[in-house]
């Protein structure tokens, strides 16, 4: 089969990416990969999706470094071809990225992908389903037993006025953002601070406070589910701990945390299966569980990131197992074409 994968851009993808392992996966199991931009759809009078793609060059990569060289190379050759030739689209751009300097480039996914899915091309995650979980206002619809208590708000009394209700703490950030950009721990109301976090971190829209979870000081934990499920492979479960550099409150990778192996608890097990109901519902294929104690601190739905890592933390191909899923969902949807939709096939 062919599946292409949506990225933000070719240019700004690296070696160590999931989408990177992702790819090298499906070659390694006989498919053609392609990757695909925000700027490559094109909609015909006659309804016809067509996509400049660049196709990879058939072979078997060892090397995640070689498969980025070749990507980079064959970016100079993109190919048109007719949507309906995919026989699944993975959107794996991270919208926040694109949402100051190219507006437009952030909805392409969701727009495209939907009219994708109308021509029965699996595309995962559901783009309808992406659409409602744009942001991390998406948390506040899963169950209130999972969730830190949390304001959403651009007002800084009311913010002042959350934290001042928060013995431990508040965790301020913006509504949308990745990667740990703007992200603050405030002590008190009375931080002499506050002003300035504020002023920092409002520029990019409406900010989330979040109560502080003690347990953070130790990082958290992600945990990828697919299908809904905690994802697993030769019995160990996709998961990691991420812990903070020193002085930091951030745990995410890309602002200097580390990983480490975790033992995956019941409580875990127990926060996933609360939130699977609205994930089946909202067609999430795969996705990453931010948890910290007994709490979810975020669901990451676009760009779950960290199979590469755990590869060489537990010595086990995560990847290809989500592969084969694919290859499962796209047999279901030659079998019967028009009887299940994409959303329900996401997560089936």
Partial sequence: ???????????????????????????????DVVYVEPGDFVLRPDNSLLVRSVAMPSATYK??????????????????IDTRKINAVL??????????????????????????????????NDPSGL??????LYLQDFPEAVRPATLIS???EEIRAFIEGQPKGAIVKPLQGSGGKNVFKIESASDSNLNQIFEAASGEGYLIAQAFVPEAKA?????????????????????????PAKGD??????????????????????IAELVRPKLIQDGMFLVGLDIVGDKLLEINVFTPGGLTRLAQMYKVDFAD?????????????????????????ATM
């Fill in 91 to 124: 959107l794996r751009n991270d919208p926040s990225l694109d949402w100051a300097d190219r507006p437009w480039a952030a909805h392409a996914g969701m727009m495209f992908g939907r009219l994708a899915a109308e021509q029965n091309v699996l595309v995962l």
């Fill in 154 to 156: 651009r007002g800084i």
């Fill in 219 to 243: 990082g958290d934990v992600r945990l990828f589910l697919m299908n809904g499920e905690p994802l697993m492979c030769d019995g160990k479960y996709a998961a990691f701990r991420r812990v």
């Fill in 1 to 31: 089969m062919r599946i292409a994968f949506f990225v933000n851009s070719i240019d700004s993808e690296t070696p160590s990416f999931t989408t990177t392992v992702l790819a090298m996966a499906a070659m390694a199991r006989g498919h």
């Fill in 131 to 136: 659409a409602i979980a744009q942001n991390k």
């Fill in 63 to 80: 090397k995640a470094e070689t498969f980025y060289a070749e990507l980079q190379k064959a970016a100079a050759n993109p190919k048109i």
């Fill in 249 to 270: 409150v951030r745990s995410n990778i890309h602002a200097a945390g580390t990983a480490t192996k975790v033992k995956v608890t019941e409580v875990m097990r127990s």
């Fill in 321 to 345: 197992s989500v592969i084969a899923s694919i290859e499962h969902k796209v047999a279901m949807r030659k079998a019967y074409p028009n009887s299940i939709s994409n959303r329900q096939l």
